[in-house]
């Protein structure tokens, strides 16, 4: 188990490596990439099944990024097991050709189960996956959703939550990176939604409270998920810090995108390299 953890701390060095990479080129939704780095690392590279070479197999568990802006994280974490190369999503980002941008678009990548953007989207729709997969006799595959904390406040989020409880969809899993920030600012100044735990239990779902910023946290958490035929839906609410890797842009707003300039991607490397005990 160790040599996994140690495994996965670098697949999570390499992956802020790239988003840095591509961040001194073009804007990209930097601290929110870098707060769910670890999370889409550990789902990507050591949980979800899935098949590159597949990507419609029917046995594999599903992904909706209902955080639709961490497209770049996702398209990263998807390279990093072959269903594309990391040198594609910095060549293509962004491009009127490319399969990757600033939301990921199923009509250009079969690698993307859903287009996703517009916030609060994302939860109902994996919600329907969920149901479609019960109606199909299908008790082994997992979906698996990531959202903001700021989608929080969206009614339609709520309204799956009470939807896939009520189906009893164990076969849903939704990671909530809950850093404390959206695009205009800090949460609680713009619509406070106190505690997810709390939340959530009273809609019936099972939570869990994790660091999203540690990996052999994260690593427990993907062990002991409830099977996919169980009847509760889960929550796994992960603690996070925007932009966590690089202190200068750390709990920034300003950061919520943006591309660096070669100061600050220089700089931004060094501290990474040093934050990650990695040779500059």
């Known amino acids: 188990m160790s040599k996994d953890i140690d495994c996965l701390k670098k697949a999570a060095y390499e ?9 001194s080129i073009q804007s990209i939704h930097i ?13 990507w590279q050591y949980k979800i099944k899935y098949d590159p070479k597949n990507p419609k197999w029917e046995e594999r568990d599903r992904f909706v990024l209902s955080k639709g802006h961490a497209a770049a994280v996702t398209a990263f974490n998807q390279a990093a097991i072959g269903c594309f190369d990391a040198e594609d999503v910095i060549k293509e980002y ?5 399969r990757f941008s600033m939301h990921s678009c199923n009509l250009v990548n079969p690698y ?16 329907g ?7 199909k006799g299908n008790n082994t595959s997992f979906v698996y959703t990531v959202m903001g904390d700021g989608e929080q406040s969206e009614g339609s989020i709520w309204e799956a ?44 779902w099972n939570v869990i409270s994790v660091n999203g910023n540690d990996i052999s946290e994260l690593v427990k958490v993907m062990d002991n ?17 925007k932009g966590y890797g690089v202190s200068s842009i750390e709990n920034v707003p300003r950061w919520h995108a943006g591309k660096m300039t070669k100061e600050q991607y220089e700089s931004s490397l060094k501290e990474l390299n040093k934050a990650f005990d990695m040779n500059s």
Not at 227 to 238: E, F, H, Q
Request: charged fraction near 15%.
């Open 94 to 98: 962004a491009s009127d050709w490319g």
């Open 129 to 135: 996956m969920a149901a479609a997969l019960r109606l």
């Open 15 to 23: 992956i802020r490596k790239n988003l840095l990479d591509l961040c």
């Open 31 to 43: 601290g929110g990439d870098f707060s769910v780095a670890d999370v889409m690392t550990v789902l």
């Open 225 to 241: 998920l409830p099977d996919a035929s169980s009847l509760v839906p889960t929550a796994v609410i992960c603690h996070t810090i």
């Open 112 to 127: 993307v189960e859903v287009s996703t953007g517009s916030l609060g989207h994302g939860l109902p729709v994996a919600c």
């Open 161 to 204: 939550v009470m939807n896939a409880a009520h189906y009893k969809l164990g076969n849903l899993v939704a990671f909530i990176d809950n850093n404390g920030l959206q695009a205009d600012g800090f949460v609680d100044d713009i619509t406070g939604i106190g505690s997810l735990e709390k939340k959530y239990e009273a809609f019936g």
